[in-house]
């Protein structure tokens, strides 16, 4: 039981180093470089006979080219992010499923069936996390011709990834929440999703909208792939925090 507890005192402090709360201002930084980049290069022709043009060309080449580094710099933190946040909160369920198992031989009680359940649960959950390769995700939409269709189902999978664990974690979390009433555990394991759900936005929808708009629409959805997982992380660590400070209490 105490091995348990330390393993889930390992996984939860991990938190700090896989649940990257990313800035929101920064995925726009590329976008910013990239046009700031084309107006010198357009002013800097229109303005300046040779050889000043020459110098400006390539200032505009170098912010140009920092922009477009940085964007897939992005898109590596979204993936990578996900993946080291999915991995974790498995091992961290795992140490939860243990302790709950162990509580259980203490207090001479059979909650069999409800391990069963979480276990499966568990199961389910690493086949839905896939871990997907930050490096070559990021390099993809730098590919002529498809790069904007491979960008869009990278936007399509952050946020559908992200909708099945959020589902996935509530079942577990009421799994164990079950599981602790069983053994007469009076205080309960707070909830989940008391205070954020992860919404699940429809990429067809936001694809229409990105075409109508001309590529505006894409400021909103990169805020949403941003915003969604930094409050969900938020949202855990309160979680896990609370989870922990109980579990201290029935060591």
Excluded: Q
């Amino acid at each position: 039981m105490l091995s348990a507890l330390e393993n889930l005192r390992r996984d939860i402090r991990r938190k700090t180093e896989t649940d990257y709360i990313m800035p929101i201002w920064f995925p726009y930084l590329p976008y910013i470089l990239i046009l700031t980049g084309i107006i010198v290069m357009v002013l800097g022709f229109a303005a300046f006979p040779d050889p000043e043009s020459a110098a400006l060309l390539i200032w505009s080449f170098v912010l140009i080219v920092a922009g477009g580094l940085i964007n897939i710099y992005v898109l590596y933190k979204w993936i990578k992010r996900r993946n080291e946040h999915f991995n974790r909160t498995i091992l961290l369920y795992e140490s939860f499923r243990d302790f709950l198992s162990n509580l259980s031989k203490k207090k001479e009680k059979d909650i069999g069936e409800t391990i069963s359940l979480i276990d499966r649960d568990i199961r389910e959950g690493r086949l839905e996390g896939t871990e997907r390769n930050a490096v070559l995700w990021a390099l993809l939409p730098i590919i002529p011709c498809v790069g904007t269709i491979l960008l869009f189902y990278i936007y399509h999978f952050l946020n559908k990834d992200f909708v099945k664990h959020y589902r996935r974690e509530v079942g577990i979390i009421d799994g164990f929440r079950k599981g602790l009433k069983a053994l007469g555990v009076e205080k309960e394991l707070p909830s989940f999703s008391r205070g954020y759900k992860f919404p699940e936005r429809s990429t067809a929808l936001y694809i229409v909208l990105y075409i109508v708009t001309l590529g505006l629409f894409g400021l909103y959805w990169i805020y949403t792939l941003t915003k969604d997982p930094n409050e969900h992380f938020k949202e855990h660590a309160l979680m896990e925090d609370e989870m922990l400070k109980l579990l201290e209490e029935l060591e």
